[in-house]
């Protein structure tokens, strides 16, 4: 009877030691539903609870462990009165609440005095509202309820933490996998994904979209007169240089070998000519160190802006034809696609 009651409303989440909502792990009744990741708790709370709330987030923080018997929470047009379970680590507060209906309030006394003794901490004697008379057999059985309870907190908080880290190393590896391990530019493979989003977005509002394909000009030659480690060397200066030069809305990535491209959003072509002709001439002037050894290259370019009714192979093949021009005209120079 006290399991069907105790898992008629099951609420668990985490929050910052300020009451700003961090995870939803489980809300069966979409309490949490309003509330965003960052946003503070307390709309949830009438007035009244609201010093409680904050009370078992200092005790909480304070002893690693919390327990309130009966927090009001409003949320979907109802009140729903929750027994709290919390525990703290890690700058997290995990909270585990349910719903506890009114005649066993006197049990869920109970069973906070006894987690709290169990937990080893000093409280206050607890006054039940609801004197009833508990036999030693049942006493064991909420004492038992009791360390259970306690376990499967710990529990709880443990899979928080684990899932936190799971998702800290799913992102980890989510970037590794659109990264260029030599340059940290973008691979080909974002390159595609990005480029697929922005014409989509071009599409609905017309904001201009251009791109510039950079290449190093005689880069074998790097690799033979310095050696491929050197060539390596060459490939990250370059791509250091080119993201510290374009805008923080723009991005940049290898697609092949000594072949880069930049994304330039909200840039039209002639934009994204100064743009190309600013990295040009820093390329140019400047030089690379490598083993007490000075290297020199040149850059040449080719830009394209995405017109309508075109798609990424149009103004690939555009950017391509304008460095191929580029190329052919003595390189080292910023080359414009016209149509």
Not at 33 to 51: C, F, T, V, Y
Not at 91 to 115: C, K, N, R, S, W
Not at 251 to 261: A, C, D, T
């Amino acid at each position: 009877m006290i399991q069907q009651n105790y898992a008629k409303l099951r609420l668990r989440f985490t929050c910052t030691d300020n009451g700003l909502l961090c995870e939803t792990i489980s809300d069966s009744e979409r309490i949490l539903s309003n509330i965003r990741e960052g946003e503070s708790l307390e709309k949830l709370l009438p007035q009244a609870d609201l010093m409680r709330f904050q009370a078992l987030i200092n005790k909480t923080v304070r002893d690693n462990f919390g327990i309130a018997k009966s927090i009001t929470v409003k949320a979907n047009g109802k009140v729903y009165p929750l027994f709290f379970h919390a525990g703290y680590a890690d700058g997290v507060i995990y909270f585990d609440a349910v719903q506890v209906p009114a005649d066993i309030h006197f049990l869920t006394e109970f069973i906070a005095e006894m987690t709290e003794k169990q937990r080893g901490i000093q409280c206050p004697a607890l006054k039940t509202s609801t004197p009833s008379p508990i036999d030693q057999e049942t006493q064991q059985i909420l004492t038992n309820y009791a360390l259970l309870n306690n376990e499967l907190v710990d529990m709880q908080r443990e899979l928080a933490i684990k899932h936190r880290e799971l998702a800290k190393a799913y992102r980890e590896i989510e970037e590794l996998s659109l990264t260029d391990p030599l340059t940290g530019a973008g691979n080909r493979r974002f390159f595609m994904d990005k480029m697929l989003k922005e014409i989509d977005r071009y599409n609905r509002y017309g904001h201009p979209l251009s791109i510039t394909l950079f290449d190093i000009d005689f880069f074998k030659k790097v690799n033979d007169n310095y050696g491929h480690s050197a060539g390596d060397k060459v490939l990250q200066e370059f791509a250091t240089c080119c993201m510290a030069s374009l805008r923080n809305s723009d991005s940049f990535f290898r697609i092949g070998g000594e072949e880069f491209v930049a994304l330039l959003i909200n840039a039209d072509k002639n934009n994204a000519k100064l743009s190309a002709e600013r990295i040009r001439s820093q390329i140019e002037k400047g030089e690379i160190l490598y083993e007490k050894q000075q290297i020199k290259i040149t850059l040449s370019s080719g830009v394209a802006e995405l017109g309508k009714g075109e798609n990424i192979e149009n103004i690939l093949n555009n950017a391509d034809q304008a460095l191929y021009d580029a190329k052919k005209n003595g390189r080292n120079r910023v080359v414009v696609y016209h149509k």
